[in-house]
């Protein structure tokens, strides 16, 4: 009965939104037809939608879609492993997490492409470049979650651990990660879309990379040449990545633990 309902919750959440959206559709396009604004500036949302799917058809789009979820997997795996590294060097001596605490303090305000010119300087403008932006935008809100959930986790939970006989891994593993797990997901979410803001802002940046280029590259493209419902079927495009990454990644996992615990509300 309890699935039933969330269930039927979430499909009526998803039907609510889909009206929400297909209604933003239609003021859209009301506004564009009545020519108040130049075509060039607010092209009709159906010569978008066309684009959109003239681009999926050729396959230019997804190459590109395709590019991009490749390289923020790079640099989002190396900041979890990054802060999963520096987080457990902060939890084994107090100086090292007072050390880690200033540095997310003077570097977790600094957006990722801030530190743009660095990285030109340092390795140029391809590949790696790109993924160490993705990188720097999102360690710190890993770090900041991660540090934060585990120092967060009851004594009293811990002790109960130890007294079950947990000791090492087996109490991180079964105390302190479950105890942080909120704090964690949160972390995730922060640095999946400051992760994704990165690489699109690199790339309009940077250009391509190697002679080739993501979505934010063929975002810059079509503005360079005045293609200007590609450059909203591109936005569009990175909209729907992270509409889906929300509901069928994080929202499925939130669903399946900290709702399930009882650890926040529905």
């Given at each position: ?35 108040r604004l130049p075509a060039l500036l607010l092209p009709p949302f159906s010569d978008v939608a066309v684009a959109l799917a003239t681009e999926t058809a050729s396959g230019e789009i997804l190459g590109r879609l395709g590019f991009s979820l ?197």
């Amino acid at each position: 009965m309890i699935r039933l309902r969330r269930l039927v919750t979430a499909n009526v959440r998803t039907l609510r939104q889909a009206l929400f959206v297909t209604t933003l559709a239609g003021l859209w396009e009301l506004a564009a037809r009545a020519g108040r604004l130049p075509a060039l500036l607010l092209p009709p949302f159906s010569d978008v939608a066309v684009a959109l799917a003239t681009e999926t058809a050729s396959g230019e789009i997804l190459g590109r879609l395709g590019f991009s979820l490749a390289l923020v997997g790079v640099g989002l795996g190396l900041a979890v492993l990054s802060a999963v590294l520096v987080t457990a060097a902060a939890m084994s001596a107090r100086i090292v997490s007072e050390w880690v605490q200033t540095l997310m303090a003077i570097l977790h305000p600094l957006p990722g492409i801030a530190v743009l010119p660095i990285v030109i300087l340092w390795l140029g403008t391809g590949y790696r470049s790109i993924a160490a932006v993705i990188w720097f935008a999102a360690v710190w809100p890993l770090v900041v979650n991660l540090h934060t959930g585990l120092r967060s986790v009851p004594a009293t939970q811990i002790e109960v651990g130890r007294n079950l006989g947990l000791r090492g891994l087996h109490l991180v593993a079964e105390v302190l990660i479950p105890g942080a797990f909120p704090h964690i997901l949160s972390g995730m979410r922060v640095a999946w879309a400051r992760a994704w803001q990165a690489l699109v802002a690199a790339e309009m940046v940077f250009g391509a990379s190697g002679g080739e280029g993501g979505l934010g590259w063929f975002i810059y493209k079509r503005r360079f040449f005045m293609e200007i419902p590609g450059v909203f079927a591109g936005m569009i495009v990175i909209v729907l990545v992270g509409l889906i990454v929300e509901r069928a990644l994080f929202d499925s996992v939130e669903a399946r633990t900290v709702r399930r615990w009882g650890m926040t509300q529905e």
